[in-house]
Every structure is written in structure tokens, then in C-alpha cells.
């Protein structure tokens, strides 16, 4: 499966994703929906984040040129939050997930959709 269709079919066929990116550590684009258009330094910005999230609560995530409010997250996992819609991103061994949602989606209905692409991607070395 190329990385397009784990966007299209995975993500955004999940019909609970409204844009998504994939990226690689190193901020590399690998795939994205057609509607969010993110810049190497926001990729790279956000996985150099996973690590450290102390910063986040002050500065915020920025992905596609929005700025969204750091809710929580683990040395896996970061939720965000702007207005009505949320972020959900997932750092694999090699890939970082993007997820972003709009109401009346609420964080664990995405959550599941992106943990559960995201292990298998750990589970094939990705």
C-alpha cells in the first residue's frame, strides 16, 4: 500500500479525519489529504516535539499554517485543540501521523483511528 492510500483510505476514509499528513522524522512529506498544505519546519518542529512537550503549552502546534493548543500527549502521542477541532499526531519508528478533526468528532474516535494505523506501522518497522 503506498503512503497516498494510508491518507485516502485509512485517515481520511475513516469518515472522522479531516485532513491528514504523513511525514517522516526529518520533516520529508510522504503523503497528505489535498486540503492542508503543512512546511518541512512544522513537521520537523512537531517531531523534535515528542521528546520534549514542556514548550507546547506556551507555543502551541502549528500544522498547515494553523496554530492549535497542546491539550496532553506522551513520548508517542500529542493532542491538540483550536476552537471546534483538535489535532491528534502519532510518532511511529520512521513516520509521524497528522490527524485533524472537526466537531461533533471528539478526540477518542481519532485517537483510535490514528494509534491503531500507527501500530501497525510500528509493527511493520515504520
Not at 497516498?4 to 517522516?24: F, P, T
Not at 521528546?51 to 491538540?80: P, W
Not at 509521524?96 to 511493520?124: K, N, R
Amino acid at each position: 500500500m503506498s503512503w497516498q492510500n494510508y491518507v485516502d483510505q485509512q485517515l481520511m476514509g475513516s469518515g472522522l479525519v479531516a485532513k491528514a499528513v504523513i511525514a517522516g522524522h526529518d520533516g520529508t512529506l510522504w503523503a497528505k489529504s489535498n486540503n492542508i498544505e503543512p512546511t518541512r519546519e512544522e513537521l520537523v518542529k512537531l517531531s523534535s516535539s515528542f521528546a520534549d512537550q514542556g514548550n507546547l503549552a506556551m507555543s502551541g502546534v502549528h500544522i498547515g499554517g494553523e496554530k492549535f493548543f497542546y491539550l496532553s500527549g506522551t513520548d508517542k502521542v500529542i493532542r491538540c485543540k483550536k476552537g471546534k477541532s483538535g489535532m491528534h499526531s502519532m510518532k511511529t519508528l520512521q513516520t509521524i501521523l497528522v490527524a485533524v478533526f472537526e466537531e461533533p468528532i471528539q478526540h477518542p474516535q481519532v485517537a483510535s483511528v490514528v494509534e491503531s494505523l500507527g501500530d501497525y506501522l510500528i509493527s511493520m518497522s515504520y
